[in-house]
């Protein structure tokens, strides 16, 4: 069974960074797209990045240019680069993973969050 594990986060000044990692532990036949989502206070939850497993990233308008998601297939792990970071980007942010098991399911898989706090 494959679970999402996070680290990363904490309190940071506006335009400080942060580093986000995620590593996926436990064996899965495949794991395809990862990404990374966020929910604010009071808000939905949206998607921040995704990266294929080929590495082709795709971000959201409100992220783009100053943060940078990666992945590395071999260690099972995606990281998210947050750059010039400001008060809106304060949430809790979520590690995301669509994956094929031993089985053959496909499941999405949730990390358990991680709160960055960027104050003003």
């Known amino acids: 069974q494959v679970q999402l594990v996070e680290s990363g986060g904490g309190l940071v000044q506006a335009g400080g960074s942060l580093r986000l990692s995620c590593t996926a532990r436990?064996?899965?036949?495949?794991?395809?797209?990862m990404g990374w989502y966020r929910q604010a206070p009071g808000k939905q939850r949206e998607v921040v990045a995704l990266?294929?497993?080929?590495?082709?990233?795709e971000y959201s308008d409100s992220v783009q240019r100053r943060f940078t998601i990666s992945r590395n297939n071999t260690k099972k792990t995606v990281a998210l680069q947050m750059n010039s970071l400001q008060p809106g980007d304060t949430a809790v942010y979520y590690c995301?993973?669509?994956?094929?098991?031993?089985?053959?399911?496909?499941?999405?898989?949730w990390g358990q969050g991680t709160l960055v706090t960027v104050s003003s």
């Open positions: 990266i294929t497993s080929g590495g082709s990233p």
């Open positions: 436990g064996i899965a036949y495949a794991i395809n797209d």
């Open positions: 995301n993973a669509k994956i094929v098991t031993l089985g053959y399911r496909h499941l999405e898989l």
